[in-house]
């Protein structure tokens, strides 16, 4: 490997996936700091999982699935309410449209399709994309949120003319204790990181409450902006970045950790990609 990252301190906030990510950047030379920025937290579902069973029975039903931990978690849901092998069943008989390939996975791990599927880099924009080669008119469709809650998707249906019954399974919260966010900003303003890579929106916003509930929000966006490397996943935390103050100063052409990690790379320690 001709560059690394030769020991740069970079901070994660992945919660779900650390362990790759961390060990990404060690396989690159780097040392992880590991500070997840959210939790995912349960959500009493049953009655809008339930209604979203009977709605799939119908011929032409849609199925619109934004995150694999919220099909996960409606399956697990529907296995309390004694629906799993229905849902499972409609589910085959659906037609299916996937955001990522996380949803696909936990499909294809229950023997299942997705019949649409976004194109990379998978956020909201290609989503709609995909729906819009769908006929709704007139039809029922199931919305399965991912933690965020948006109403982007599931409005457009509803403005498409689709019957729609939205399930969110999860949210994402801040985590329960504090401490660690609040100890990452302050080394973020010290000057003790060197890149931070965030792999989701909800990252970047958590990060930057955590600043304002210190009062550091403008030291925090400068420090950002001016003395440590931002990498984003993809176009959509880019966004949010740079709405807050802290445009990045990397983004991959493939929004994935791996191609993340190698933009980082290069851009801190070799030829900007």
């Given at each position: 490997m001709?560059?690394?990252?030769?020991g740069?301190?970079?901070?994660?906030?992945?919660?779900?996936?650390?362990?790759?990510?961390?060990?990404?950047?060690?396989?690159?030379?780097?040392?992880?700091?590991?500070?997840p920025?959210?939790?995912?937290?349960e959500r009493?579902?049953?009655?809008?999982?339930?209604?979203?069973?009977?709605?799939?029975a119908?011929d032409?039903?849609?199925?619109?699935?934004?995150?694999?931990?919220?099909?996960?978690?409606w399956?697990?849901?529907?296995?309390?309410?004694?629906?799993r092998?229905?849902?499972?069943?409609?589910l085959?008989?659906?037609?299916?449209?996937?955001?990522?390939?996380?949803?696909v996975?936990?499909?294809?791990?229950?023997?299942?399709?997705?019949?649409?599927?976004?194109?990379?880099?998978?956020?909201?924009?290609?989503?709609?994309?995909?729906l819009?080669?769908?006929d709704?008119?007139?039809?029922?469709?199931?919305?399965?949120?991912?933690?965020?809650?948006?109403?982007?998707?599931?409005?457009?249906?509803?403005?498409?003319?689709?019957?729609l019954?939205?399930?969110q399974?999860?949210?994402?919260?801040?985590p329960?204790?504090?401490?660690?966010?609040?100890?990452?900003?302050?080394?973020?303003?010290?000057g003790?990181?060197?890149?931070?890579a965030?792999?989701?929106?909800?990252?970047?916003k958590?990060?930057?409450?955590?600043?304002?509930?210190?009062?550091?929000?403008p030291a925090?966006?400068?420090?950002?902006?001016?003395?440590?490397?931002?990498?984003?996943i993809?176009?959509?935390?880019?966004?949010?970045?740079t709405?807050?103050?802290?445009?990045?100063?990397?983004?991959?052409?493939?929004?994935?950790?791996?191609?993340?990690?190698?933009?980082l790379?290069?851009?801190?320690?070799?030829?900007?990609?």
């Open positions: 001709t560059e690394s990252l030769r740069a301190r970079v901070a994660l906030l992945e919660a779900r996936r650390e362990s790759e990510l961390a060990s990404l950047v060690r396989r690159h030379g780097g040392v992880p700091v590991c500070v920025a959210l939790r995912e937290v009493e579902c049953a009655e809008s999982a339930s209604r979203a069973i009977d709605a799939i119908t032409g039903a849609i199925v619109a699935l934004a995150t694999g931990v919220g099909l996960d978690r399956l697990a849901v529907a296995a309390t309410l004694g629906r092998d229905e849902l499972h069943a409609r085959a008989h659906a037609t299916v449209v996937c955001r990522g390939p996380k949803p996975a936990v499909l294809k791990r229950e023997g299942l399709v997705a019949h649409v599927r976004a194109a990379p880099p998978h956020t909201t924009k290609e989503f709609l994309l995909a819009e080669g769908v709704v008119r007139d039809r029922d469709a199931v919305f399965v949120h991912d933690g965020g809650g948006a109403r982007t998707v599931p409005d457009a249906l509803v403005s498409r003319g689709a019957r019954v939205e399930v399974p999860y949210e994402w919260a801040l329960a204790d504090l401490a660690p966010l609040q100890g990452l900003v302050r080394d973020i303003i010290a003790q990181m060197d890149a931070v965030f792999t989701t929106q909800i990252q970047a958590h990060l930057f409450d955590i600043a304002d509930s210190l009062g550091s929000r925090l966006a400068a420090a950002l902006r001016d003395r440590v490397t931002v990498a984003a993809g176009p959509t935390t880019a966004h949010v970045l709405a807050l103050g802290a445009p990045p100063h990397v983004v991959p052409a493939q929004s994935s950790m791996g191609a993340m990690i190698l933009a790379v290069s851009r801190t320690f070799g030829t900007p990609p």
